[in-house]
C-alpha cells in the first residue's frame, strides 16, 4: 500500500548520480575486439566511448584496466583512452580484474559503492568481477552495448546470470541520461548534448534537428 502522505518528489536511491557511482572500463583492447562475434564491434566501440565521455562530463571517477596488454592482448583502444589522457590503466593476468589488488585498491580508492562495469569478453572479464563485486556488497550495473561477448548466445547468457546475482543491465545512453536527469542543470546540458550528437546514432541526430529549428536549447 501507498502511503500519499509520504510521497514527495524524490529520485530512487538506486539511481545513478555523479556522487554515488564509478565507471570500470575492463579489457577494451585489440585482441579482445577481435574475439567479440556478439555484435557489431564499431557499435560497441561507439557505446563505450560514449560511456566514457559520459563520465568525463560528470567527473565520475573511473578504473581502466587490460589483461596481459604487453604479452597477449595490446593496449588499451585508443578512443578510450584519449578520453582519459594521462590515467594509469591497471595491467593484470587475471581473468578475473577483482582478483587482482591493484584494480580493487584502485575502486575502494574512489569511494563509490555503485559499480558501472563495461568491457571484453561479458562471459568472462565482466562476469567475474561483477559476481566477485556484488558478493563483497557493491551495487553493480553492467553496461552491456559497451560490453561484448565471444557468441550472441555468450554475450545473452552472462547477462542472464548477472541478473539472477542481481546485476543491473544498462546501457551507455541509460546512464548519460541517469546522470543527467534533469535539462536545467545547466552546467552539464551543453556537454551531454555534445556527447549525444557525436555518438547517440539518430538521437543525436534528432538533437541537430532540434537545435537547428528550435534553438540550441532545445531539450534531450
Given amino acids: 500500500m501507498v502511503n500519499t502522505a509520504e510521497v514527495t518528489a524524490a529520485p530512487s536511491p538506486d539511481l545513478l548520480t555523479p556522487d554515488n557511482c564509478a565507471v570500470l572500463f575492463v579489457d577494451h583492447q585489440p585482441q579482445m575486439f577481435f574475439g567479440t562475434g556478439s555484435g557489431d564491434r564499431t557499435a560497441i566501440i561507439n557505446a563505450t566511448v560514449g560511456l566514457a565521455k559520459a563520465a568525463k562530463v560528470f567527473d565520475v571517477p573511473t578504473v581502466l584496466s587490460t589483461v596481459a596488454a604487453e604479452s597477449f592482448s595490446g593496449p588499451l583502444m585508443p578512443q578510450l583512452a584519449d578520453v582519459f589522457p594521462g590515467q594509469e590503466i591497471v595491467d593484470r593476468s587475471t581473468m578475473n580484474a577483482w582478483e587482482d589488488g591493484a584494480f580493487v585498491e584502485a575502486v575502494k580508492a574512489t569511494g563509490r559503492k555503485k559499480l558501472v562495469i563495461a568491457g571484453l569478453w561479458t562471459e568472462v572479464c565482466v562476469v567475474l568481477p561483477a559476481l566477485s563485486a556484488l558478493a ?76 537547428a529549428v528550435i534553438g540550441e536549447h532545445a531539450a534531450g
Fill in 136 to 211: 563483497q556488497g557493491y551495487e553493480v550495473y553492467v553496461v552491456t552495448d559497451a560490453s561484448g561477448g565471444v557468441s550472441p548466445q555468450a554475450h545473452e547468457h552472462a547477462v542472464q546470470r548477472m541478473v539472477q546475482a542481481g546485476v543491473v543491465p544498462v546501457t551507455w545512453v541509460q546512464v548519460l541520461l541517469e546522470l543527467q536527469r534533469d535539462w536545467a542543470r545547466t552546467e552539464t546540458y551543453m556537454p551531454v548534448m555534445d556527447v549525444v550528437k557525436e555518438h547517440g546514432g539518430t538521437y543525436g541526430l534528432g538533437v541537430v534537428y532540434a537545435q
